[in-house]
């Protein structure tokens, strides 16, 4: 039984003919199991909308299935979901060492995927590597660098001359590299890679957090940096700490007005933005027929607010179904007949289980200014009132790669046009952005645009917009107290809008477009009344709308470039004069002895984000230009000596000046200098700038009470060292004129603490000890610089 797929290249709809990708199945029919043969191309014809396959972009199934036999036996137990495609994908199933929590993997993932904002570094460093092509099957994604300003049309075209610069490295560095590249305009990374690169089982990391989107469709998708992303386009085994599994056991169905974003809004609450730290959350149970292909990624996608590893469903009919709608039926077939080796076995245990019955979960609204901070709907207007929030929604804002699906669509789509039929606009601004080019013309060709522009409703780019700070607003002034409301996945200080004093929430599409209507966040939509033109008093029906497209997907435009076979002769420009993009220097190799008197830089109160460490919205211009991006190295972080942002004192001098100022300073005089650091250090994005522009500006070390996973690997690939207090009341220990020596690094190993001793202002010591996660390839990564450095004395 063969399968073939050829892909036709006409006008609208543009597909690639695949040769050479060979993988095989297993039909599972008990003793006797036949062979199936299925060739790369999958030969049954199929039109696929926009799916961009490569050579060898496939999961070769029977090589995971039989990994995961060798795993199964060597443990002797049942498997969970997040296991059996984790292990399935080891570089030596039958040696590695696997123990949750403790031991790092070594993985071979199936494809990598980069945004544009954090390809440029990524990009920058594989070519410092010297290799001529990337191993496996990658892609650039443009969806970051266009900001939200008046609509759709004009901010791209603006998006396109501004950064026409970087835009051309990405074209010109993927087709000589051999890296897929969708161009401005195309839509969100996420959404693209459900619609063509995730399926179930194939293991893909993306150099962004919210790359567990993928998770929807039964795929393993993890957000890591861009020196992670390098290391696997460089045919080198992935490490991942072997993360526990959390079972999230659902039962019950929705229903009404509750979405699958309350899901996650709830699990959030549980379990906080710390609570799935090394972990993946695996979503079992019966309610999850309930919920849509889309709906499931929504879950996995806001997972990444929990510091969850990543988040995955077993594979599904709901998952079938969309495969087949979005052209990759021959691949649901296969999947099919892997089912066994797609879900949970039997018997399989967690490490934490949390229960949610969806018949009896209610709308749901998180925030201010954390994700984690849960409210019903129903009871978020009384918490308001007593908290002082500004209850005016000054603003209502769906889409993002977290809610911009076609059923996410259509639902607010059906309320706006209950409240136009009663005569009503929003009360609120309202923007929409759609998740992709697919998405944004389907929603135009079936209507649901205009209802939500006829409804107040402005639609943006697709692109990520406001959701990652890309927004130029001016209804509001910087610092003035307001209320947003947001489909989105973040809410952290400042993040939408640069306005510390802006208190955004965030909640399912149905609660923002209902919420812009009324103009108030006290309005609950279940149990409230709005009034008609007429003066009727009227209460909103609960959301409705298609799961999919009945006519299938429109493709829209065709906005991808695949690379040529050969990209040598391909030339890539970086002119020394520009600031938008800079060739990479090597970092210094660790000078053989242990650190003395480091000067302390910052002590961080509270909460420090990536956000924190390295802002976004006008900053992200710098991304390919390290130098430039460090002046906003922890400016957005509160410093205790004086609760003040972006203000140290200088050691050196006795003068105050910004974080980045003094930082350089330090670097000029040939002073190292650490940073340290609250629980839960470096959580939200996965940028690796937020590890670059320490390194590039001095630090030698990072000593926290704990940290958020990818933030502390990407530490460890720049050569800095991430060190947590072995007691966290040590952090009360530390001054901000203390001078700080890391003993111990001539035995730096796995397992053993280091010790730092603190010389205080009085000139009195004290002796603390200081934990790490480092293995000995990392220990290596540290003593030669960088990873990158590493990987170059390797070759």
């Known amino acids: 039984m063969t399968f073939e797929c050829s892909f036709g290249k006409k006008s609208r709809i543009r597909t690639i003919r695949i040769s050479g990708c060979l993988f095989y199945a297993v039909l599972a029919l008990g003793p006797g199991a036949?062979?199936?043969?299925?060739?790369?191309?999958?030969?049954?014809?199929?039109?696929?909308?926009?799916?961009?396959?490569?050579?060898?972009?496939?999961?070769?199934?029977?090589?995971?299935?039989?990994?995961?036999?060798?795993?199964?036996?060597?443990?002797?137990?049942?498997?969970?979901?997040?296991?059996?495609?984790?292990y399935g994908h080891l570089d030596d199933p039958a040696g590695q060492e696997i123990e949750r929590g403790r031991t790092y993997l070594r993985l071979r993932p199936d494809r990598v995927a980069m945004q544009d904002a954090t390809a440029q570094m990524a990009m920058l460093q594989f070519i410092s590597s010297g290799l001529p092509r990337v191993a496996v099957p990658s892609t650039i994604h443009c969806d970051h660098l266009i900001e939200a300003q008046t609509g759709a049309d004009k901010d791209l075209q603006r998006a396109k001359d501004v950064n026409k610069e970087v835009y051309n490295f990405l074209a010109t560095a993927g087709a000589k590299y051999g890296v897929g590249f969708w161009k401005p305009g195309s839509g969100i990374i996420h959404q693209i890679i459900l619609e063509n690169y995730a399926y179930p089982g194939v293991l893909l990391i993306?150099?962004?957090?919210?790359?567990?989107?993928?998770?929807?469709?039964?795929?393993?998708?993890i957000g890591v940096g861009g020196a992670d992303a390098v290391d696997v386009m460089a045919d080198i085994p992935w490490e991942l700490k072997c993360p526990n599994v959390i079972g999230v056991k659902l039962t019950g169905s929705l229903s009404g007005w509750t979405s699958p974003k309350d899901v996650i809004l709830k699990v959030a609450g549980i379990l906080t933005v710390k609570g799935g730290t090394g972990a993946i959350v695996e979503y079992h149970g019966p309610g999850v027929d309930s919920i849509s292909c889309t709906g499931m990624a929504t879950i996995c996608n806001m997972g990444a607010e929990i510091g969850a590893t990543t988040s995955v469903f077993p594979y599904n009919h709901r998952m079938r179904t969309y495969l087949e709608k979005t052209g990759r039926r021959e691949i649901s077939a296969v999947a099919d007949s892997f089912h066994q080796?797609?879900?949970?076995?039997?018997?399989?245990?967690?490490?934490?289980?949390?229960?949610?019955?969806?018949?009896?979960?209610?709308?749901?609204?998180?925030?201010?200014?954390?994700?984690?901070?849960?409210?019903?709907?129903?009871?978020?207007?009384?918490?308001?009132?007593?908290?002082?929030?500004?209850?005016?929604?000054?603003?209502?804002?769906?889409?993002?790669?977290?809610?911009?699906?076609?059923?996410?669509?259509?639902?607010?789509?059906?309320?706006?046009?209950?409240?136009l039929d009663k005569g009503l606009r929003c009360k609120s601004e309202f923007t929409v952005t759609p998740g992709s080019e697919q998405i944004r013309a389907t929603i135009e060709r079936d209507g649901y645009a205009q209802i939500l522009r006829d409804v107040g409703g402005v639609v943006l780019a697709n692109a990520c917009g406001p959701c990652i700070g890309q927004w130029d607003r001016k209804d509001v002034k910087k610092g003035e107290k307001n209320t947003i409301v947001t489909s989105y996945n973040r809410n952290f200080t400042g993040r939408n809008d640069a306005n510390p004093a802006t208190h955004a929430f965030v909640t399912s599409p149905e609660v923002v477009t209902a919420m812009a209507i009324a103009g108030t966040l006290d309005f609950n939509p279940e149990t409230d009344f709005l009034t008609a033109a007429n003066g009727e008093k009227f209460r909103l029906q609960p959301p409705t709308g298609d799961e999919l497209p009945s006519r299938d997907f429109d493709p829209g435009q065709d906005t991808y470039q695949h690379p040529p076979p050969q990209g040598a002769s391909v030339k890539v420009d970086v002119s020394p004069s520009s600031n938008r993009l800079q060739l990479l220097e090597p970092f210094d190799r660790w000078s053989g002895t242990d650190l003395e008197e480091l000067r302390v830089l910052i002590k961080v109160k509270g909460k420090c984000t990536t956000d924190h460490i390295s802002a976004a919205g006008p900053w992200l211009k710098f991304r390919g230009h390290l130098d430039n991006i460090s002046n906003n190295m922890l400016?957005?972080?509160?410093?205790?000596?004086?609760?003040?942002?972006?203000?140290?004192?200088?050691?050196?001098?006795?003068?105050?000046?910004?974080?980045?100022?003094?930082?350089?300073?330090?670097?000029?005089?040939?002073?190292?200098?650490?940073?340290?650091?609250?629980?839960?250090?470096?959580?939200?994005?996965?940028?690796?700038?937020?590890?670059l522009e320490p390194r590039h500006l001095g630090g030698r070390a990072i000593i926290v009470k704990s940290f958020a996973r990818i933030h502390e690997t990407n530490l460890k690939k720049q050569g800095m060292l991430p060190l947590t207090f072995a007691d966290p009341q040590d952090y009360d220990k530390v001054g901000p004129e203390d001078t700080v020596s890391i003993q111990g690094l001539e035995s730096f190993s796995p397992g053993k603490p280091l010790t730092a001793v603190l010389k205080h202002a009085d000139g009195s010591l004290d002796s603390i000890s200081l934990n790490h996660t480092f293995n000995q390839p990392q220990i290596e990564w540290f003593k030669a610089g960088s990873a990158l450095n590493r990987m170059k004395e390797l070759q």
């Open 34 to 86: 036949r062979r199936v043969h299925v060739a790369a191309a999958l030969r049954a014809r199929a039109q696929v909308s926009m799916s961009r396959f490569e050579p060898d972009s496939f999961v070769n199934y029977e090589k995971m299935s039989k990994n995961i036999g060798i795993v199964r036996k060597r443990l002797g137990r049942p498997l969970t979901l997040s296991e059996k495609i984790v």
């Open 635 to 691: 400016i957005g972080a509160v410093n205790t000596e004086n609760d003040g942002v972006n203000s140290v004192k200088n050691q050196l001098t006795g003068q105050y000046g910004g974080v980045p100022e003094v930082a350089r300073h330090y670097k000029a005089e040939g002073v190292g200098w650490v940073v340290v650091g609250d629980e839960n250090y470096g959580e939200g994005s996965s940028r690796e700038h937020a590890a």
């Open 341 to 419: 080796d797609l879900v949970p076995d039997e018997g399989c245990e967690y490490d934490q289980v949390v229960e949610i019955n969806l018949s009896e979960l209610k709308p749901h609204i998180n925030g201010p200014f954390t994700p984690d901070w849960a409210h019903p709907v129903s009871e978020i207007g009384a918490t308001a009132k007593k908290n002082d929030w500004p209850l005016e929604v000054k603003v209502g804002l769906i889409g993002s790669c977290t809610n911009s699906s076609y059923e996410d669509m259509g639902r607010a789509a059906s309320l706006a046009k209950q409240a």
């Open 206 to 221: 993306g150099t962004d957090s919210h790359t567990p989107n993928g998770g929807g469709l039964g795929a393993i998708c």
